[in-house]
């Protein structure tokens, strides 16, 4: 039997809701799919399945492309069905497929009579016009609460046995049911922290032995020893990542080109053939955007420089001349938490400046939006530990509040994590359970209960992120909070080693506890096209470089105690040893390959074989129209 995958909430408070769940039945079964309604305690819910051959159809309306067995992204036609590759579980689309056809389906439903349908209600009555969509109507005029992605309860059930609850492998990962369940973007999600959990390994292990273990008279080459060899595994992290991304896409068989969306704007005609005014009009689009990107740009960073960093600062200052260590610890957790809140502001303020940009897909929004909030967070995360560290070249007060940040900063965000999904679940059901009891106003209401998942899942909460889900899911936070911590090992690497291995430690329960949460606490999300991670790759390469920079200074200062900034042959083997680093970032970036020697071979031999088909086709069509115009030509004459 097809698995019901979406949900549809209908209100109960209209007058007229039985004859709504009776249209909306009828016309969701005209178009093939299976409905299931569900009585609830305020409102009623309509569980929906399709089966394939309707999925197929929607499909070749949308005019959905698809990999084909060549490797070749081709349009889906419904007769040529056998040409397309399935996905690893048997089933022919994928759910980012499958919910963009159940959107194309449900949202297509229109009036196709002559005439309204009138919805009549005590106070007012509800017209569907003809040609009209009839869910977007509901929506507008409340009768229709919302739609939405509902779990597979057999493949959940599956995925919390053998992944969210799997301590005993406690890294490897099914990536490929998380795939076919929940679609790209969080399996590579799930892919990256992974890998990144496992290569924390090394240094966390380094890390522990250069603080625990006395080298005497080497000591002074230990600390710059073990930033060598950090900066080494950075840079081949991130490479050996890139290939593991390319190894992915081309198992899932995903088809990403990196200009492919830029060109949109050319599709039908080419540059050279445009006239001139379209030309300067392209070129006037191009500059506008560019300018308006530089502006909002500008006001983050102004805000930052004037806002945020005097606030910084002055933390920074108070925890160096408090005394108390408890007040201190207090003082931590009280700017914790006051910082979240500026910075879930400032991230509402770029979301507004990024729809006022020219940008010119979707990803670049995301990617924009990335970029701005990370500048805040970046502020708040790391001037305070610079302050200590080259202002007062107090190392000691820097271990501290890297270890308290490494500490309470985690507790905090996964307290936060996992309990404010609860919270409000709780809260809804409660408002729900107290709705019935006053409309019921009897004993019957107190006997109330839960009686479907498909309630259960409406209560849960939406994955989104933290500044709000316009453009971007729940995974900007997890990859947020993997880009501080990652910046603030890194940065800080050669004044506290050991904080590697409290990163590896906090990444080991943080993947089961993400896991848990997107299968337990949340909805079903909403699939989002994504085949790479995006602007977060280009954010752990920047931290790298600036992590050579900050690893430095403090490496003067551990060696120049009395802060004449000398140019000590030490300290100059420091500033060589510099660019040293800065060379190997971006040598060893071109030493590994970014993609398999396999997956380019296969995707040669795609393009061969998509080559030759054309060519054999195209050949045969000149014949035939050959033949036929040689066959014509005697009865002209």
């Not at 820097?398 to 308290?404: A, K, P, Y």
């Not at 993400?514 to 949340?522: E, G, Q, S, V």
């Not at 490496?555 to 042959?569: A, F, H, K, Q, T």
């Amino acid at each position: 039997m097809d698995a019901f995958e979406m949900g549809v909430v209908v209100c109960k408070k209209t007058t007229v809701v039985d004859q709504i769940v009776d249209l909306l039945v009828d016309q969701f079964q005209n178009i093939g799919l299976i409905v299931d309604r569900v009585a609830g305690l305020n409102d009623e819910f309509l569980k929906l399945a399709a089966p394939v051959e309707v999925l197929m159809k929607a499909a070749a309306e949308l005019q959905l492309k698809k990999r084909t067995h060549i490797g070749v992204d081709l349009q889906f036609e419904w007769d040529e069905v056998d040409a397309f590759i399935r996905q690893s579980d048997g089933s022919l689309f994928c759910w980012c497929e499958r919910f963009r056809c159940y959107n194309h389906m449900i949202y297509g439903i229109v009036n196709e009579s002559d005439t309204a349908i009138i919805l009549k209600s005590d106070s007012k009555d509800v017209r569907w016009e003809p040609g009209k969509p009839l869910l977007w109507k509901l929506e507008k005029e409340g009768m229709v609460k919302e739609v939405f992605p509902i779990h597979d309860e057999v493949k959940r059930k599956r995925l919390l046995k053998y992944w969210a609850l799997n301590w005993r492998d406690f890294i490897n990962q099914p990536l490929d049911e998380i795939y076919a369940y929940y679609g790209a973007k969080i399996a590579m999600y799930f892919a990256f922290i992974g890998m990144y959990t496992k290569w924390l390994f090394f240094p966390a292990a380094l890390g522990v032995l250069v603080q625990l273990v006395d080298f005497g008279s080497l000591q002074f080459i230990i600390l710059p020893f073990f930033f060598l060899c950090i900066i080494s595994w950075a840079v081949f992290f991130l490479q050996f990542w890139k290939r593991k991304n390319s190894t992915l896409l081309a198992s899932w068989q995903i088809c990403y080109s990196v200009g492919s969306e830029s060109a949109y704007k050319y599709m039908y005609s080419e540059w050279s053939s445009l006239h001139l005014s379209e030309k300067e009009k392209f070129q006037r689009d191009e500059w506008l955007g560019h300018m308006l990107r530089f502006r909002n740009d500008a006001i983050i960073i102004l805000s930052i420089i004037c806002l945020q960093l005097p606030f910084e600062l002055a933390y920074a200052h108070l925890y160096e001349i408090i005394g108390s260590d408890i007040m201190k610890f207090g003082l931590t957790a009280i700017y914790l938490f006051s910082i979240q809140y500026f910075t879930q502001i400032g991230g509402k303020v770029s979301v507004k400046l990024i729809k006022h940009e020219k940008n010119e897909s979707s990803e670049y929004r995301a990617n924009s939006l990335i970029y701005k909030v990370f500048g805040l967070y970046f502020m708040q995360s790391y001037i305070g530990l610079l302050y200590h560290a080259i202002l007062h070249r107090n190392f000691m007060t820097l271990r501290q509040v890297i270890t308290q940040r490494l500490i309470i900063s985690e507790l905090l965000e996964n307290l936060m994590e996992n309990a404010l999904p609860y919270i409000k679940y709780s809260y809804r059901k409660y408002r729900a359970f107290r709705n019935k009891r006053k409309r019921e106003k009897g004993m019957a209401a107190r006997k109330s209960y839960f009686n479907s998942r498909v309630e259960k899942e409406y209560f849960k909460p939406i994955y989104s992120a933290s500044i709000g889900d316009e453009l971007e899911d729940g995974l900007f936070d997890e990859f947020l909070e993997l880009a501080l911590q990652f910046g603030m090992v890194m940065m800080f690497a050669c004044a506290f080693p050991p904080a590697f291995a409290f990163a590896a430690l906090n990444n080991v329960t943080e993947i089961r506890a993400d896991a848990l949460k997107i299968l337990a606490m949340y909805r079903r999300p909403v699939p989002r096209v994504s085949a790479t991670i995006g602007a977060w790759l280009n954010i752990f390469q920047f931290l790298i470089v600036v992590s050579i920079c900050t690893n430095c200074i403090l490496l003067v200062c551990l060696y120049d105690r009395e802060g004449n900034w000398n140019i000590s042959p030490g300290l100059a083997a420091i500033l060589i040893m510099e660019h040293v680093l800065l060379l190997i970032k971006f040598g060893f970036s071109k030493i590994v390959p970014e993609e398999p020697d396999w997956v380019k071979a296969n995707r040669m031999k795609n393009a061969t074989q998509a080559q030759n088909m054309c060519s054999k086709q195209l050949l045969r069509n000149i014949s035939i129209r050959r033949g036929t115009l040689v066959t014509r030509t005697p009865n002209d004459d």
